[in-house]
Nanobody
Framework: QAQLVESGGGLVQAGGSLRLSCAAS????????MGWFRQAPGKEREFVAA????????YYADSVKGRFTISTDNAKNAVYLQMNSLKPEDTAAYYC????????????????WGQGTQVTVSS
């Protein structure tokens, strides 16, 4: 499995921005897909965005489309989630995930997970 470490979470006011980072190691990621998921208290972990390691394919949840952007930096073995126009309902722990193969939005398709980083959006 890949090792994934998230960073960049924090407290931000509604309308603000944050950029989450995921440092990936332990594998050659050329044929991997990377995803961001989030989990709010009392709710199931849900899909946010996913990208092929090359950056050629991206998927977004409808709730974040147009506000969030997922990207990769192959030289740094990193994945980013730029989050703009944040809303209180975006408050959650955000998790980076990896899988070998094509991009999907299904949580169970991913076999490597980070520990998560908390994002809190105040109204």
């Amino acid at each position: 499995q890949a090792q994934l470490v998230e960073s960049g979470g924090g407290l931000v006011q509604a309308g603000g921005s944050l950029r989450l980072s995921c440092a990936a190691s332990g594998r050659t990621f050329g044929n991997y897909a990377m995803g961001w998921f989030r989990q709010a208290p009392g709710k199931e972990r849900e899909f946010v965005a996913a990208v092929s390691w090359s950056g050629g394919s991206t998927y977004y949840a409808d709730s974040v489309k147009g506000r969030f952007t997922i990207s990769t930096d192959n030289a740094k073995n990193a994945v980013y989630l730029q989050m703009n126009s944040l809303k209180p309902e975006d408050t959650a722990a955000y998790y980076c995930a990896a899988r070998r193969g094509r991009v999907t939005r299904y949580r169970n398709d991913y076999d490597s997970w980070g520990q998560g980083t908390q994002v809190t959006v105040s109204s």
